[in-house]
């Protein structure tokens, strides 16, 4: 157990439908990381935020978007969800702001499924 | 085009033998990271690696960073069932987020 929870684990929606995935860090990790793994394209940096901070921004479309909370959880919505975006979306959480060689503690992920 | 290469995509071995995966790139890292991902489950840290050179071991498991910082390998003597897994890479470019590769599955057929 990395001490990352995401939820839901899966979740099946139509297209053109806005969805969102909640992820808790582990206790007392600051930043949280969103990526998305499909088959086609491995593990895709979409964004990073550190302590309610957007701090660095990966590959992310502009029909997804997401924020950190004071409690420090955070939220990746994604809307006019298209067949593509079927993915497994992970979040991770690391103690520093991501600019050292620290280690990354990943959820179980929520697997998009759009039909 | 990916940054990182990881190479090969798929290997599916017998309990007992050795292999070696690797992990490519024109870029050097200040740091590279090798993570394991099991199904159903997120990407879990084996390693960091972040001197030129540098060999780490971890039971069966063997990392190695290259020289130039710009490659590293993963050598798994007498695999093991429990072994089967993804294995990724992740290096880290200074100023930038960790960047993974798209992985090696490893079967390991008992």
């Known amino acids: 157990d990395s001490g990352v929870t995401q939820t839901p684990k899966h979740l099946i929606t139509a297209t053109g439908q806005r969805v969102t995935l909640r992820c808790s860090p582990r206790?007392?990790?600051?930043?949280v990381y969103w990526y998305q793994q499909s088959l086609d394209q491995g593990l895709q940096f979409l964004i990073q935020y550190y302590n309610g901070e957007e701090r660095a921004k990966g590959n992310i479309l502009e029909r997804f978007s997401a924020q950190q909370f004071p409690d420090l959880h955070s939220e990746l919505n994604l809307s006019s969800l298209e067949l593509g975006d079927s993915a497994l979306y992970f979040c991770a959480s690391s103690v520093g702001q991501g600019d050292g060689t620290g280690e990354l503690f990943f959820g179980e992920g929520s697997r998009l499924t759009v039909l | 085009t990916q940054l990182l290469e990881q190479s090969p995509q798929f290997l599916s071995i017998q309990e007992g033998e050795n292999l070696t995966v690797y992990c490519n790139s024109s870029?050097?890292?200040?740091?590279l990271q090798w993570y394991r991902q099991e199904p159903g489950e997120g990407p879990v840290l084996l390693v960091t690696v972040v001197t030129g050179g540098e060999v780490k071991k971890l039971k069966r498991l063997t990392f190695q960073f290259g020289d130039a910082r710009k490659d590293s390998s993963l050598h798994i003597t007498a695999a093991q069932p429990g072994d089967t897994g993804l294995y990724l890479c992740?290096?880290?470019?200074?100023?930038?987020?960790?960047?993974f590769g798209e992985g090696t599955q490893l079967t390991v057929n008992p």
């Open positions: 206790s007392g990790d600051l930043s």
């Open positions: 992740a290096g880290e470019i200074r100023g930038s987020r960790l960047t």
């Open positions: 870029s050097v890292f200040s740091s």
